[in-house]
């Protein structure tokens, strides 16, 4: 399954440069790249893929998204139901990346999960001039994590018993929407507790929390303690942490976080 290709250091990290631009350009995301990235390694790794196969997956979930960049914000950003004509730039996105990364001298690493990642198991989703494809197994697997982080990260509407909501989404479309195999072996993981400590993380040991003023959620600095200034990126006021047993809560500081802001 692994594709034989010479990576080099600065090669591969212009390509996770992009990684980092797809997060900043979505405040709502929160971390959603991350997180769906290390979802496909643990996945990748208890379906017993081979090692390169476990690194395709990793870096076929960091890069999935990267066609959102040219997505207006107006849109992207949209706080309210979305429009049939708005969903149909947003589906764009798949066909925006390849675009994106197809002179890129890694793109044969990223660009079926890339493209293919809103294809479903069953032969139909999109884009539509590749419906009926038969998607990469890694493209199937991003495509699980991905519904997966979607249904289970910050929103406005987000559920309170989300998690619950989107492992009965991924059991009632095995075999439709998603690979049937590997939506059982992601299951499986989340019930053992495996890929607890990426649920609601932005990175390794920063958890994310609501700002009260915006909502899109803030990483809390690793080892944080109480009375600790934590920053909103999107208003940059600052906050104060406040610890209370197994929750946060929020102070505003009375300042801005940022000279002139």
Known sequence: ??????VGRSTLLSLLVM????????????????????YAGAMARAAGFEAGDVFLAELGALMHDVGKVGISD???????????DEFEVIRRHPEIGHDIIANHPLAPLVDRPI???????????????????RPWIISRLVSVVDAFDAMTSYHPCRRDDAVDYA????????????????????IELVHQGTVDHVLDHAAEGFLNLDCPECGPMISQPAGAGADELVVCQSFEDEFVL??????????????AALPGA
């Open 74 to 84: 107006s849109i992207l950003l949209k706080e309210g139901k979305i429009t049939e």
């Open 242 to 255: 406040a610890f209370e047993p197994g929750a946060f809560d929020w102070e505003w500081s009375g300042g």
């Open 19 to 38: 990684a980092k631009v797809i997060e900043a350009h979505d405040p709502y995301s929160g971390g959603h790249v991350w997180r769906t990235s290390r």
């Open 167 to 186: 492992l009965l989404a991924l059991k009632e479309e095995r075999g439709g929407q998603f690979d049937a195999d590997l939506a059982d072996t992601f």
């Open 115 to 133: 493209t293919e990642h809103h294809l479903r198991a069953d032969g139909d989703g999109y884009p539509d001039r590749l419906r009926g494809t």
């Open 1 to 6: 399954m692994s594709k034989r290709i010479e």
